[in-house]
């Protein structure tokens, strides 16, 4: 399993489109074959910048979305109301806790 983050951040006119559009495909993506888990984060101090943070099966799998129809869709459309380029992140988990995880000694 991987976890694939990104940065986003809109011009501050546009981030309410953003919102309009991922309405529209939020389920297509989560739906997408390979994909296990999404979330969309807001910044709290600065609302122009989200992130998606999204568990793949598989590099495989993610490769496989990133050469879709329904990502280049949508890529195609919001990649315009970018303030700067996008960054992404493909992570390998190194640990995963909860506060009812925690290990005492």
């Given at each position: 399993m991987i976890t694939?983050?990104?940065?986003?951040?809109?011009k501050e006119e546009r981030i309410s489109?953003?919102?309009?559009?991922?309405?529209?495909?939020?389920?297509?993506?989560v739906n997408f074959p390979g994909c296990i888990e999404m979330k969309l984060l807001q910044d709290h101090s600065?609302?122009?910048?989200?992130?998606?943070?999204s568990l793949w099966?598989?590099?495989?799998?993610?490769?496989?979305?990133?050469?879709?129809?329904?990502f280049n869709g949508l890529?195609?459309?919001i990649k315009p109301m970018f303030e700067i380029k996008a960054e992404a992140w493909t992570l390998d988990v190194?640990?995963?806790?909860?506060?009812k995880s925690v290990k005492s000694d």
């Open positions: 694939r983050i990104v940065k986003l951040r809109f489109d953003f919102f309009e559009i991922f309405e529209e495909v939020k389920y297509k993506v600065s609302p122009n910048i989200v992130f998606t943070y099966e598989d590099t495989a799998a993610l490769e496989n979305y990133r050469l879709s129809e329904t890529w195609g459309t190194q640990f995963e806790g909860t506060n």
